[in-house]
């Protein structure tokens, strides 16, 4: 079947302007999460959604970035005023209670911000 | 807080040469363990997992035990091929943060043959 999948697969902007990233999950899968992959920080968790409970944003790093998933499905992750520090490869995954630690990970967006 | 800590890479090793990657923990809990490894151009995917003491995830090859008393969870392979190199990296879970994985730096691995 599908995997996840994430677009746009690079994104190049500039300083100040706002991003939004999105992630299809894998079909039926309640679990929905969040990283960010780069060359100072290695891999990050950012969010995680997880059903209909609240998600747990404790891995985002400021208040310009924010993501939200509607219908228990796609989500949307948005960086507004974005700065050269958000260059990253944004990931995303997604999995399925009881396995909830096997996550299978999209191909990622990478992030550029000039 | 947790973290996880595991070796620096790049690990160079010729073909059919015995792999270690070192990977050590600390947690607040009693986690699961994992390894992903990232193959060129492909994505993150799960390597093998061990949810508790004396447990050994295996898969490909692959081994690693989780040791509690050392809070190590160290990968293993007899004899790796080129089709190897990948980068690999080792994380952990806490039974209560569903799922939320918290990943070590990442160790390259490069096989030559």
């Known amino acids: 079947g599908a995997g996840v999948s994430q677009s746009p697969s690079n994104k190049v902007t500039e300083k100040g302007k706002d991003v939004e990233l999105r992630c299809d999950p894998i079909s039926g899968h309640t679990a929905l999460y969040w990283y960010r992959q780069s060359l100072g920080q290695g891999l990050e968790f950012l969010i995680y959604?997880?059903?209909?409970?609240?998600?747990?944003k404790s891995g985002l790093p400021s208040d310009r970035f924010s993501a939200e998933r509607t219908g228990g499905s796609v989500s949307t992750l948005t960086i507004q005023r974005t700065q050269q520090e958000d260059s990253a490869v944004y990931l995303c995954?997604?999995?399925?209670?009881?396995?909830?630690?096997?996550?299978?990970f999209g191909p990622g967006t990478r992030l550029t911000v000039t | 807080g947790n973290s996880v800590t595991q070796m620096e890479g790049p690990v160079t090793l010729s073909e059919e040469a015995f792999l270690t990657i070192n990977c050590t923990y600390t947690?607040?809990?009693?986690?699961?363990l994992f390894w992903y490894v990232q193959y060129p151009g492909e994505g993150l995917q799960l390597l093998l997992k061990a949810t508790k003491a004396d447990d050994k995830g295996s898969n490909k090859g692959f081994e690693a035990t989780y040791r509690k008393e050392t809070t190590s969870f160290h990968l293993e392979k007899g004899s790796v091929q080129v089709s190897d190199s990948a980068v690999y990296f080792c994380?952990?879970?806490?039974?209560?943060?569903?799922?939320?994985?918290?990943f070590g730096a990442g160790t390259q691995v490069v096989v030559t043959p």
């Open positions: 959604f997880q059903g209909n409970s609240a998600p747990d």
């Open positions: 947690a607040t809990g009693y986690p699961s």
């Open positions: 994380a952990l879970s806490e039974s209560y943060s569903w799922g939320k994985l918290q």
């Open positions: 995954a997604s999995s399925s209670p009881p396995r909830t630690y096997e996550q299978y």
